[in-house]
């Protein structure tokens, strides 16, 4: 391509690593170390024209401490604030955590690939999930809410590692009561705990999927989507319609900065949600 | 010689003192004129403004890991092939300023970015140097994100670059597709012969620098010495890479193999065959702040693969933990998902990685024994 | 805290004193300093120093007696953050020279007077006494990571010290390789960056004041350094100069000495 060419497109990355001011309205606490911060753009028109599509993430910077890449865990087919849900572990992350209500942050995105939401409608859909992972996959969960109707059997295999560790504990009635299956689990129960333990690819078991027209997502601990593909493989689901959420460091969000290199691949640009057909070739590369 | 009409791929001879004029015109026209400087031992790229700035009567000898410059009493001015510097230090300088941020009443208000861009003029570049810069646009200009610095800058640049008639022993530009005589991408190319340059236009800028100069036009007879040191040059350059068009395939498809540990076991994971590889892109962006922390600035600086923090992840740990992870990366970018990426190698094959490696390790060498392990 | 100001401390054990001149070579961010921090104790620069606690604690030079040894367990106690700043604090310094000898040796044919001399076998890090929070090397310390290390505790953030070889370093700033250019035996492919390549900036070889870098590799760099170095004790004299205390610097020297061995 010339350099001419892309001139009249120069406009829409001419600020790409510019902050974009957003004013935290609402924070959840999710658990000990997870708390969704619910955003609004100052600016109304960019208010206007953000859309978003389920599994993308944004770049949160924070002046001072730095940018993180945190998924948006939201509707989106909601006009209003957009929820980012947090864990707090990182140098950013934890100076995020000390934010209150009223206070601005910069909000660059939506970047990367999304779930299939659209094109999954008239299959069965089966989501593993674990830990924060969830996050991600709730913008998800709501579309299909939003559209039940259209989509076969829905289930969802919930996990963390203990039971003060789950996300979003307050919805899994409403989700149920949509004809969905949610299963959740922990690895080490307490005294408080009657559910299912065990870590998630466990539960694999107790589905039955018509592999032909299933679609399997999942987002968690790679460790851990690695078992739940190996579980889809061994029913027979086929590898493009299982997708990974992947996780790497990111710099720039636009595949340009090189960090987030996978094989070929920007996780940041061609990912974060991938097919196995297209991961298959570096799956069992260790430290790629 | 103003009945001659000039055009693109016009030839012409100037005197060797000619060459100063050019610089002059070029100074004149408000451009920053960069070229080699022989300095600590080594050609660096820096300002010049004179062509005695330029390392005349020098020569070099390379290999892995050793770069001597010597005085060899002969009289031309780009003998000697470059060092470490390349030019992407002043196209994707070291260290970038984004934007300032400054915090006024418990608010971050933007400090507009004042950066002054000059506009450079590039004297002697090599044509390996001119793949590199033609991949960089690749990389920054693309249909999705534009560098807007890079841009700025590269569509004021000047380049004059030079043929190569003087390869160095690590040179090996021709096994990626190469040749030490630039074909395009240029305004104006010269050719260095005993007491005069030749001067092949390759642009409108090129024409109306060369209109300012005392020229002659080419004779047959220089015309034909080109011919035949551009010729030699090209048979010293040995063809090295078995099938490097092959790499892709054999590279992607071999990941795991075990002689991808007994390349990495002389490497250091020091980083020098990023920082000095004229195509190596990655950057970082970090925050330096003001004591009271009221004052930021997010800065674009360089990053290598090989830096323990590149692939860390926020909460400890990181991607690629180990230096054949590491070098893996480095050659597989270079030589396999580049293609894929850009659509083309990311290597030019100017042979710094393997001169200014500390380690000796020879890309050229790494690659054979690589390929004959997995076949 | 008074008026909110972190209360900061130095302290000098056994070293030079440059690393204190370094804090207050940095004049045109002195005052700045001073703004945002309240200096309690400094006896380099201030003539009544102020009793414990203290927010954040400097510490310069290395542990050499056992007056020093209970003297920085006494100083963790009484501050909040301790930083150890320079070579000496945190790889024992050139003072660790000594750790290859023996000192009733060294003691009797430097002293006048043996008698007077107390000393420790051995010259340690404050890091193998207490806790350390924070790690500034160099010899002096830069001064710059002084500045970045007290930012980042004011603001609460990680400080922004690299951890990569001194080559990422060098080459950025635009130097020549000593190495590859003049044969000069370096140890920038193993020391960490920070510096601003001073040493290959004037021509000479890192003689790894910044200790090593994360993920060198030793294997590696031993035939480079044997091949700059005109003989074994002058590859063995320079990683032992400045941090050869350091695991990394003395396995180095020690993978030196025993191919030396093997050789003969």
């Given at each position: 391509m010339t350099m001419s060419a892309v001139e009249d497109k120069m406009h829409v990355e001419e600020n790409a690593m510019n902050p974009n001011w957003a004013v935290i309205k609402k924070i959840e606490t999710e658990t000990v170390d997870t708390s969704t911060l619910w955003l609004e753009f100052e600016d109304e028109e960019v208010r206007k024209d953000y859309k978003y599509s389920a599994g993308q993430f944004n770049m949160l910077y924070l002046p001072i401490y730095g940018e993180s890449a945190i998924s948006i865990s939201s509707d989106?087919?909601?006009?209003?604030l957009i929820g980012h849900t947090i864990r707090f572990v990182g140098n950013v992350t934890r100076a995020v955590s000390r934010l209150n209500v009223g206070d601005r942050i910069s909000v660059r995105g939506p970047f990367g690939t999304n779930w299939p939401v659209e094109e999954s409608k008239g299959k069965d859909v089966i989501i593993f999930a674990g830990g924060i992972g969830l996050a991600p996959l709730r913008p998800a969960i709501y579309q299909i809410i939003n559209n039940?109707?259209?989509?076969?059997k829905v289930t969802i295999v919930y996990g963390a590692?203990?039971?003060?560790?789950?996300?979003?504990?307050?919805?899994y009635e409403e989700w149920r009561s949509h004809d969905i299956e949610l299963m959740v689990t922990v690895d080490h129960a307490d005294d408080t705990w009657d559910g299912l333990v065990g870590?998630?690819?466990?539960?694999?078991?107790?589905l039955r999927p018509n592999p032909e027209n299933t679609v399997l997502w999942s987002c968690g601990p790679e460790i851990m989507m690695h078992f739940v593909l190996y579980e889809g493989l061994a029913r027979k689901i086929p590898d493009n319609q299982i997708y990974l959420s992947y996780e790497r460091n990111m710099?720039?969000?636009?595949?340009?900065?090189?960090?987030?290199?996978h094989g070929a691949y920007y996780i940041c640009k061609d990912g974060p949600i991938f097919t196995y057909e297209q991961l298959e070739p570096y799956f069992n590369v260790e430290d790629l | 010689m103003t009945d001659y009409q000039l055009s693109i791929n016009t030839t012409v001879a100037i005197s060797k003192p000619e060459l100063n004029k050019l610089l002059d015109v070029l100074s004149g026209a408000g451009y920053k004129t960069i070229g080699p400087v022989a300095k600590n031992n080594s050609l660096v790229y820096e300002q010049i403004e004179?062509?005695?700035?330029?390392?005349?009567?020098y020569e070099t000898d390379q290999k892995a890991g050793r770069y001597r410059l010597y005085?060899?009493?002969?009289?031309?001015?780009?003998q000697a092939t470059p060092g470490a510097s390349t030019w992407k230090k002043y196209l994707t300088p070291p260290r970038t300023k984004l934007f300032g941020l400054v915090n006024v009443d418990n608010k971050w208000k933007e400090v507009p970015v004042s950066e002054i861009h000059p506009k450079y003029a590039f004297i002697g570049v090599r044509p390996c140097e001119i793949a590199a810069i033609k991949i960089q646009d690749t990389v920054l200009i693309r249909e999705d994100y534009v560098d807007t610095l890079y841009k700025k800058i590269r569509d004021e640049l000047i380049i004059i670059a030079v043929n190569c008639l003087h390869p160095a022993d690590?040179?090996?530009c021709t096994s990626v597709g190469?040749?030490?005589?630039?074909?395009?991408?240029?305004?104006l190319r010269l050719t260095e012969l005993d007491d005069l340059f030749l001067v092949n236009i390759g642009s409108q800028k090129g024409i109306d620098m060369v209109a300012q100069l005392e020229y002659a036009a080419a004779n047959s007879h220089s015309l034909q010495i080109e011919n035949e040191m551009m010729s030699e040059a090209k048979e010293k350059?040995?063809?090295?890479?078995?099938?490097y068009k092959q790499l892709p395939e054999l590279l992607m498809n071999n990941?795991?193999?075990?002689?991808w540990e007994d390349v990495a076991?002389?490497?250091?994971?020091?980083?020098s065959c990023t920082s000095v590889c004229p195509t190596c892109f990655c950057w970082d962006v970090q925050d330096v702040t003001n004591l009271h922390g009221t004052e930021t600035q997010r800065d674009k600086v360089w990053d290598s693969?090989?830096?323990?923090?590149?692939?860390?992840h926020a909460g400890g740990g990181c991607s690629r933990p180990t230096t054949t992870s590491r070098l893996r990366q480095r050659i597989t970018h270079k030589f396999a998902s580049w293609v894929e990426q850009h659509?083309?190698?990311?290597?030019?094959?100017?042979?710094r990685c393997i001169v200014w490696c500390p380690a000796k390790i020879d890309i050229r060498e790494e690659l054979n024994i690589l390929q004959e392990a997995f076949k | 805290m008074e008026n909110g100001k972190p209360r900061v401390a130095v302290f000098k054990f056994s070293s030079c004193s440059g690393c204190q001149l370094a804090i207050l070579n940095l004049e045109d961010e002195l005052l700045d300093l001073v703004g945002a921090v309240e200096?309690?104790?400094f006896l380099e620069a201030r003539r009544l120093p102020e009793s414990r606690p203290y927010d954040i604690t400097f510490v310069e030079g290395s542990v050499t007696t056992q007056e020093e040894v209970e003297r920085i367990i006494k100083i963790r106690e009484d501050s909040g953050l301790l930083i150890s700043i320079g070579s000496c604090a945190?790889?024992?310094?050139?003072?660790?020279?000594?750790?290859?000898?023996?000192v009733n040796h060294l003691i009797d044919i430097v002293y006048?007077?043996?008698?007077f001399i107390e000393t420790l076998e051995k010259s340690t890090p404050i890091s193998e006494h207490v806790k350390v929070d924070v790690e500034l090397w160099g010899c002096p310390v830069d001064k710059y990571q002084i500045l970045e290390a007290v930012s980042a505790l004011l603001q609460n953030r990680r400080p922004n010290l690299p951890e990569h070889s001194l080559c990422l370093e060098c080459k950025a700033l635009g130097r020549v390789c000593v190495t590859v250019a003049s044969g000069i035996p370096c140890l920038g492919p193993i020391t960490k960056a920070g510096c601003g390549a001073i040493c290959p900036s004037v021509g000479r070889g890192c003689?790894?004041?910044?200790g090593p870098s994360k993920d060198m590799d030793l294997d590696a760099f031993i035939p480079i350094l044997r091949e700059t170095t005109s003989s074994p004790k002058e590859a063995v004299e320079l990683l032992r100069?400045?941090?050869?205390?350091?695991p990394e610097f003395e396995k180095a020297a020690q993978m030196i000495l025993e191919e030396e061995v093997a050789n003969e």
């Amino acid at each position: 391509m010339t350099m001419s060419a892309v001139e009249d497109k120069m406009h829409v990355e001419e600020n790409a690593m510019n902050p974009n001011w957003a004013v935290i309205k609402k924070i959840e606490t999710e658990t000990v170390d997870t708390s969704t911060l619910w955003l609004e753009f100052e600016d109304e028109e960019v208010r206007k024209d953000y859309k978003y599509s389920a599994g993308q993430f944004n770049m949160l910077y924070l002046p001072i401490y730095g940018e993180s890449a945190i998924s948006i865990s939201s509707d989106p087919d909601q006009e209003g604030l957009i929820g980012h849900t947090i864990r707090f572990v990182g140098n950013v992350t934890r100076a995020v955590s000390r934010l209150n209500v009223g206070d601005r942050i910069s909000v660059r995105g939506p970047f990367g690939t999304n779930w299939p939401v659209e094109e999954s409608k008239g299959k069965d859909v089966i989501i593993f999930a674990g830990g924060i992972g969830l996050a991600p996959l709730r913008p998800a969960i709501y579309q299909i809410i939003n559209n039940r109707k259209d989509y076969g059997k829905v289930t969802i295999v919930y996990g963390a590692r203990c039971p003060s560790d789950l996300l979003y504990t307050g919805e899994y009635e409403e989700w149920r009561s949509h004809d969905i299956e949610l299963m959740v689990t922990v690895d080490h129960a307490d005294d408080t705990w009657d559910g299912l333990v065990g870590v998630v690819p466990m539960y694999f078991y107790r589905l039955r999927p018509n592999p032909e027209n299933t679609v399997l997502w999942s987002c968690g601990p790679e460790i851990m989507m690695h078992f739940v593909l190996y579980e889809g493989l061994a029913r027979k689901i086929p590898d493009n319609q299982i997708y990974l959420s992947y996780e790497r460091n990111m710099k720039c969000g636009v595949g340009v900065c090189g960090h987030c290199q996978h094989g070929a691949y920007y996780i940041c640009k061609d990912g974060p949600i991938f097919t196995y057909e297209q991961l298959e070739p570096y799956f069992n590369v260790e430290d790629l | 010689m103003t009945d001659y009409q000039l055009s693109i791929n016009t030839t012409v001879a100037i005197s060797k003192p000619e060459l100063n004029k050019l610089l002059d015109v070029l100074s004149g026209a408000g451009y920053k004129t960069i070229g080699p400087v022989a300095k600590n031992n080594s050609l660096v790229y820096e300002q010049i403004e004179d062509i005695s700035d330029l390392p005349y009567g020098y020569e070099t000898d390379q290999k892995a890991g050793r770069y001597r410059l010597y005085q060899n009493g002969g009289s031309e001015y780009f003998q000697a092939t470059p060092g470490a510097s390349t030019w992407k230090k002043y196209l994707t300088p070291p260290r970038t300023k984004l934007f300032g941020l400054v915090n006024v009443d418990n608010k971050w208000k933007e400090v507009p970015v004042s950066e002054i861009h000059p506009k450079y003029a590039f004297i002697g570049v090599r044509p390996c140097e001119i793949a590199a810069i033609k991949i960089q646009d690749t990389v920054l200009i693309r249909e999705d994100y534009v560098d807007t610095l890079y841009k700025k800058i590269r569509d004021e640049l000047i380049i004059i670059a030079v043929n190569c008639l003087h390869p160095a022993d690590t040179c090996f530009c021709t096994s990626v597709g190469g040749s030490p005589e630039a074909e395009d991408g240029y305004d104006l190319r010269l050719t260095e012969l005993d007491d005069l340059f030749l001067v092949n236009i390759g642009s409108q800028k090129g024409i109306d620098m060369v209109a300012q100069l005392e020229y002659a036009a080419a004779n047959s007879h220089s015309l034909q010495i080109e011919n035949e040191m551009m010729s030699e040059a090209k048979e010293k350059i040995k063809d090295v890479l078995k099938d490097y068009k092959q790499l892709p395939e054999l590279l992607m498809n071999n990941l795991t193999h075990s002689a991808w540990e007994d390349v990495a076991a002389k490497c250091l994971s020091c980083g020098s065959c990023t920082s000095v590889c004229p195509t190596c892109f990655c950057w970082d962006v970090q925050d330096v702040t003001n004591l009271h922390g009221t004052e930021t600035q997010r800065d674009k600086v360089w990053d290598s693969c090989f830096n323990p923090t590149f692939t860390a992840h926020a909460g400890g740990g990181c991607s690629r933990p180990t230096t054949t992870s590491r070098l893996r990366q480095r050659i597989t970018h270079k030589f396999a998902s580049w293609v894929e990426q850009h659509g083309g190698e990311g290597c030019v094959g100017c042979g710094r990685c393997i001169v200014w490696c500390p380690a000796k390790i020879d890309i050229r060498e790494e690659l054979n024994i690589l390929q004959e392990a997995f076949k | 805290m008074e008026n909110g100001k972190p209360r900061v401390a130095v302290f000098k054990f056994s070293s030079c004193s440059g690393c204190q001149l370094a804090i207050l070579n940095l004049e045109d961010e002195l005052l700045d300093l001073v703004g945002a921090v309240e200096i309690v104790y400094f006896l380099e620069a201030r003539r009544l120093p102020e009793s414990r606690p203290y927010d954040i604690t400097f510490v310069e030079g290395s542990v050499t007696t056992q007056e020093e040894v209970e003297r920085i367990i006494k100083i963790r106690e009484d501050s909040g953050l301790l930083i150890s700043i320079g070579s000496c604090a945190t790889a024992g310094g050139v003072q660790a020279l000594k750790n290859y000898k023996d000192v009733n040796h060294l003691i009797d044919i430097v002293y006048e007077h043996p008698e007077f001399i107390e000393t420790l076998e051995k010259s340690t890090p404050i890091s193998e006494h207490v806790k350390v929070d924070v790690e500034l090397w160099g010899c002096p310390v830069d001064k710059y990571q002084i500045l970045e290390a007290v930012s980042a505790l004011l603001q609460n953030r990680r400080p922004n010290l690299p951890e990569h070889s001194l080559c990422l370093e060098c080459k950025a700033l635009g130097r020549v390789c000593v190495t590859v250019a003049s044969g000069i035996p370096c140890l920038g492919p193993i020391t960490k960056a920070g510096c601003g390549a001073i040493c290959p900036s004037v021509g000479r070889g890192c003689y790894g004041c910044f200790g090593p870098s994360k993920d060198m590799d030793l294997d590696a760099f031993i035939p480079i350094l044997r091949e700059t170095t005109s003989s074994p004790k002058e590859a063995v004299e320079l990683l032992r100069t400045i941090c050869g205390y350091t695991p990394e610097f003395e396995k180095a020297a020690q993978m030196i000495l025993e191919e030396e061995v093997a050789n003969e």
